[in-house]
């Protein structure tokens, strides 16, 4: 594979992820307007993203794989095999396709388009859409280093990626593709604990959601493991620890475990239930 700024992305399915993907390529590289190639479902919003974008739209998946050299799938799952047998005469082992289809295996596609078309999948969270995103990535069969690197380099623009293997892409959907959510009612548990101890909702709000930010980033930027953070925030007779208390008493830590695990099973159900 070249580089990226000399590659022709082409991208099937430019809804909300797609968007933000694009948008982070063009801010974020020196990738020409030319060499990206977008397709829509419906005409106003293919209008839309060429007016915005100032990017080739158009409604012919055909037309975006055959003009490009790494086609990024962001389609639904239960679409994908449609989209697959409607593309798979113009995709070639010097191709690579990146899927984002949640719970979608490289076999899958694979046994659609060739074992020796290169495909990585990928299962980005939806933080993405404001660049702070989390993507996980495992590579096909035939998908080397360089193809795993261009798969990098691409969601690397809306947040943070990790390569792992195929076997642990369940438990990243589990954990950070359905964790938002879980956070998202922390945010607002914490919120609504500001409003009963008197504090607008506006400031309760603002004030749980940048303490979580900031406790993520804490984490990142430390690499320090989050239970010697807590201890350092955690003063002897302070009020903290009486919080946390409360916290173990209730179970947060075994439910959000057990949060994880329920959501990482089902995700295997789903790859079953597609089969």
Do not use: W
Not at 74 to 85: F, N
Not at 140 to 157: D, L, Q, T
Not at 178 to 196: D, H, Q, T
């Amino acid at each position: 594979m070249r580089d990226l700024k000399n590659l022709r992305i082409g991208l099937i399915g430019a809804g909300k992820l797609g968007e933000a993907l694009l948008r982070g390529l063009l801010a974020a590289t020196t990738l020409p307007r030319g060499h990206l190639t977008a397709t829509a479902r419906r005409p106003e919003r293919a209008e839309y993203l060429a007016r915005e974008l100032d990017i080739h739209v158009t409604l012919d998946n055909c037309e975006a794989v055959q003009k490009s050299d790494v086609i990024l799938l962001a389609v639904k799952p239960q679409a994908m095999a449609g989209v697959l047998e409607q593309i798979k005469a113009k995709v070639s082992p010097e191709k690579l396709l990146i899927s984002v289809a949640a719970s979608v295996p490289t076999s899958f596609i694979e046994n659609i388009v060739g074992d020796r078309v290169p495909v990585v999948r990928s299962m980005p969270n939806t933080p993405s859409l404001v660049g702070c995103g989390m993507t996980g990535l495992c590579p096909g069969r035939s998908a080397n280093s360089e193809h795993v690197a261009v798969a990098k380099e691409i969601f690397s623009v809306v947040g943070r990626c990790l390569v792992l293997e195929e076997r642990h892409m369940d438990a990243v959907t589990g954990l950070s593709a359905s964790g938002p959510a879980f956070i998202y009612i922390i945010i607002e548990s914490l919120a609504e604990a500001g409003v009963k101890v008197g504090l607008s909702r506006e400031h309760a709000t603002e004030l749980a959601a940048q303490t979580v930010l900031g406790a993520a980033q804490m984490v990142l930027t430390t690499g320090e493991h989050p239970a010697k953070l807590k201890d350092i925030v955690t003063t002897p007779a302070g009020c903290t620890i009486d919080g946390i208390l409360e916290l173990e008493e209730g179970g947060l830590r075994v439910t959000l475990i057990k949060a994880v695990v329920k959501a990482t099973s089902r995700a295997s159900e789903l790859v079953r239930e597609k089969k």
